[in-house]
């Protein structure tokens, strides 16, 4: 089996697989790979569950909803720390501090896409650490991987060009 394109994008952006993103060859083609040989019908069912997980995850971790400016909406905004008080009167008391709130929820997502990439046994470059020992262990890779013509002005040739002179 196999996932749609459609699902193969949503999973390429919450685990981090931007093409541009300067990743390494291997760990672009083994997504790839476990992407488009999924083992059974149950394995697929797991790896969508996870995919609706992330992108749930993402749409609540906002602090400002999408309905904010919206006469008609809600607009409130993503609460750090809600207290619900039961008793003789009930009452809430919300608290909101957005960059607290903003790293909360934030993690919230990063643990679904863990959870996404660990079903598929493959990094989660959401996560700034594994982002940054990508570009560690890329190194050459990423020298190699710049487009354009190669470069001709080599120590070797400029050494040689001097001693014809």
Request: proline share 5%; charged share 30%; net charge negative.
């Amino acid at each position: 089996m196999e996932l749609d394109d459609y699902l193969k994008s949503k999973t390429r952006f919450h685990l981090g697989y931007n093409s541009g993103a300067q990743l390494p060859a291997g760990d672009r083609s083994r997504l790839e790979e476990a992407m488009a040989l999924v083992p059974d019908e149950l394995w697929y069912n797991e790896i969508v569950y996870h995919i609706k997980r992330c992108d749930n995850a993402w749409k609540v971790s906002a602090y400002l909803p999408d309905d904010i400016l919206d006469p008609s909406g809600q607009g409130i905004v993503n609460f750090s720390r809600q207290e619900i008080i039961s008793g003789d009167v009930q009452r809430t008391i919300s608290q909101s501090d957005p960059l607290k709130g903003d790293e909360y929820f934030r993690e919230i997502y990063l643990r679904e896409c863990d959870r996404l990439a660990e079903t598929l046994y493959v990094a989660n470059y959401r996560r700034p650490e594994v982002r940054r020992y990508a570009f560690d262990r890329s190194g050459a890779e990423f020298i190699l991987a710049v487009p354009g013509p190669a470069d001709t002005a080599v120590g070797s040739r400029i050494v040689l060009h001097n001693t014809w002179r």
